[in-house]
Antibody, heavy 122, light 108 residues
Framework: QVHLQESGPGLVKPSQTLSLTCTVS??????????WSWIRQPPGKGLEWIGY???????YYNPSLKSRVTISVDTSKTQFSLRLSSVTAADTAVYYC??????????????WGQGTMVTVSS | QSALTQPASVSGSPGQSITISCTGTSSDFETYNLVSWYQQHPGKAPKLMIY???KRPSGVSNRFSGSKSGNTASLTISGLQAEDEADYYC????????FGGGTKLTVL
C-alpha cells in the first residue's frame, strides 16, 4: 500500500522560501504510472492545486503560482519536493502531497499524505 | 482554465438522496469528462470518491455516483448516512487542475 508523508518546517518568515518534501513508501516513484502533486488548503478554505512532477522531471504548475513554484524529484530517495518563494501570509495553509494516476484511476488524486501545516509569520 | 462553482451547502435527512452540482466555465470542462470528487472530514486529508466523472474507486460505497451533462458535473449520494457529513470538492483535470470551492453536506 503506497503511503505519502510530508515533512518540512512548520513556520516560515515572510519573503522567504517555503520548502517541503514528500516521501513515497510502499511503491515506486519511477513507475511512470503517476504524477506527483502538491495541493494546499488555507485554514477554513478550499483546496488549491499547486503543481505536479513526473518521474522524468517534467512539471506542470498552477498558472497563478508558476512564477514562485519549483517542484523537483529525487527518484533514488523516492521523494519529491516543493519550493515556494517569496511567501506571504496568504501562503499559510495545510500542504498535501498526492498521487495522480496517468494510466490507472486517471487524472484523479487517489493517494494523499496526511498534510502538514505551514504558517507564514515573522 | 475552468472555474468550478459548487453550492456552499446542502443538507438531507438519513436515508434520503442529495445531489451536489459542479459547474465549469471552460470548453475543455464541457468536452472532457475528467471530473473527480473528494470527500473531506474535518482535520483529515481528502478522499477520492469518483473519477472520470462516473467511476468509483475500489472500496467506495455504491451509494456514491457521479454524472455529467454539458458544463455541469454532479455527485449524488443515496441512502444518506451520518458518516457522509463532510465537505465535498469537485476537481477538473482538463488542463491545470482546478478545484471547486467545496460544498458542506449536513445530515440532519
Amino acid at each position: 500500500q503506497v503511503h505519502l508523508q510530508e515533512s518540512g518546517p512548520g513556520l516560515v518568515k515572510p519573503s522567504q522560501t517555503l520548502s517541503l518534501t514528500c516521501t513515497v513508501s510502499g511503491g515506486s516513484i519511477s513507475s511512470g504510472d503517476y504524477y506527483w502533486s502538491w495541493i494546499r488548503q488555507p485554514p477554513g478554505k478550499g483546496l488549491e492545486w499547486i503543481g505536479y512532477i513526473y518521474y522524468t522531471g517534467s512539471t506542470y504548475y498552477n498558472p497563478s503560482l508558476k512564477s514562485r513554484v519549483t517542484i523537483s524529484v529525487d527518484t533514488s530517495k523516492t521523494q519529491f519536493s516543493l519550493r515556494l518563494s517569496s511567501v506571504t501570509a496568504a501562503d499559510t495553509a495545510v500542504y498535501y502531497c498526492a498521487r495522480e494516476g496517468v494510466t490507472m484511476i486517471v487524472y484523479a488524486f487517489d493517494v494523499w499524505g496526511q498534510g502538514t501545516m505551514v504558517t507564514v509569520s515573522s | 482554465q475552468s472555474a468550478l462553482t459548487q453550492p456552499a451547502s446542502v443538507s438531507g435527512s438519513p436515508g434520503q438522496s442529495i445531489t451536489i452540482s459542479c459547474t465549469g466555465t471552460s470548453s475543455d470542462f464541457e468536452t472532457y469528462n475528467l471530473v473527480s470528487w473528494y470527500q473531506q472530514h474535518p482535520g483529515k486529508a481528502p478522499k477520492l470518491m469518483i473519477y472520470e466523472g462516473t467511476k468509483r474507486p475500489s472500496g467506495v460505497s455504491n451509494r456514491f455516483s457521479g454524472s455529467k451533462s454539458g458544463n455541469t458535473a454532479s455527485l449524488t449520494i443515496s441512502g444518506l448516512q451520518a458518516e457522509d457529513e463532510a465537505d465535498y470538492y469537485c476537481c477538473s483535470s482538463a488542463g491545470p487542475r482546478v478545484f471547486g470551492g467545496g460544498t458542506k453536506l449536513t445530515v440532519l
